[in-house]
């Protein structure tokens, strides 16, 4: 099975999807870390090449991951913004969108400094208006929404060991893994 994972930068679509990948022994395919292999830091690309080269570098990427079947896939953010790679992904794969909301997300990414969609002055505005775009686009694509800031937070465990924080959530995924399942097959 391929399980996709989707979500904002800083949702932790690469920290869960590794630890899923071990827990199940399963290939992990961070599509921004094949990026960063191939052509180099993401940074980088956007200042000398823009964007649109790195739209295509992850098209690139996403349809190469897509042809593994038993694998867990961490994209980038923006992947959702394209189709033909979304379709790819999701064809045959489970895509699990990893929610956080904005707060969330200022509170994770305000010290980071590696994501270029995300300098400059008001970051907190700019990842609000990054949920605007993608937000539904996320919901559209996904199979199962797993609400990580919401699950941490319901449990007490934000402050929490990173090992007990992946485990929750482990946990709640397969819950909803095994509802989708039931309700698939029962009726």
Same mark, same amino acid.
């Given at each position: 099975?391929?399980?996709?994972?989707?979500?904002?930068?800083?949702?932790?679509?690469?920290?869960?999807?590794?630890?899923?990948?071990?827990?199940?022994?399963?290939?992990?395919?961070?599509?921004?870390?094949?990026?960063?292999?191939?052509?180099?830091?993401?940074?980088?690309?956007?200042?000398?090449?823009?964007?649109?080269?790195?739209?295509?570098?992850?098209?690139?990427?996403?349809?190469?991951?897509?042809?593994?079947?038993?694998?867990?896939?961490?994209?980038?953010?923006?992947?959702?913004?394209?189709?033909?790679?979304?379709?790819?992904?999701?064809?045959?794969?489970?895509?699990?969108?990893?929610?956080?909301?904005?707060?969330?997300?200022?509170?994770?990414?305000?010290?980071?400094? /590696? #994501?270029? %969609? *995300?300098?400059? &002055?008001?970051?907190? +505005?700019?990842?609000?208006?990054? $949920?605007?775009?993608?937000?539904?686009?996320?919901?559209?694509?996904?199979?199962?929404?797993?609400?990580?800031?919401?699950?941490?937070? /319901? #449990?007490? %465990? *934000?402050?929490? &060991?990173?090992?007990? +924080?992946?485990?929750?959530?482990? $946990?709640?995924?397969?819950?909803?893994?095994?509802?989708?399942?039931?309700?698939?097959?029962?009726?």
């Amino acid at each position: 099975m391929r399980i996709v994972l989707i979500g904002m930068s800083g949702s932790g679509k690469s920290t869960f999807g590794r630890f899923i990948a071990s827990l199940m022994e399963v290939p992990f395919i961070d599509t921004d870390e094949e990026i960063c292999k191939k052509y180099g830091d993401i940074s980088a690309i956007f200042s000398s090449a823009g964007e649109k080269t790195f739209r295509e570098f992850e098209e690139h990427e996403a349809l190469l991951a897509a042809q593994n079947e038993n694998c867990v896939i961490a994209t980038g953010g923006g992947m959702v913004l394209n189709q033909n790679a979304m379709k790819a992904l999701k064809k045959g794969g489970l895509v699990v969108y990893l929610y956080c909301d904005a707060d969330f997300l200022f509170e994770r990414l305000k010290n980071d400094s /590696s #994501r270029p %969609l *995300l300098l400059g &002055e008001d970051k907190k +505005q700019k990842i609000e208006e990054m $949920l605007k775009v993608r937000g539904e686009l996320y919901l559209n694509y996904s199979n199962i929404v797993l609400n990580e800031g919401g699950i941490l937070q /319901s #449990r007490n %465990l *934000l402050d929490s &060991e990173p090992e007990i +924080q992946l485990g929750a959530l482990y $946990l709640e995924f397969l819950k909803a893994f095994e509802k989708r399942v039931y309700s698939k097959y029962s009726g």
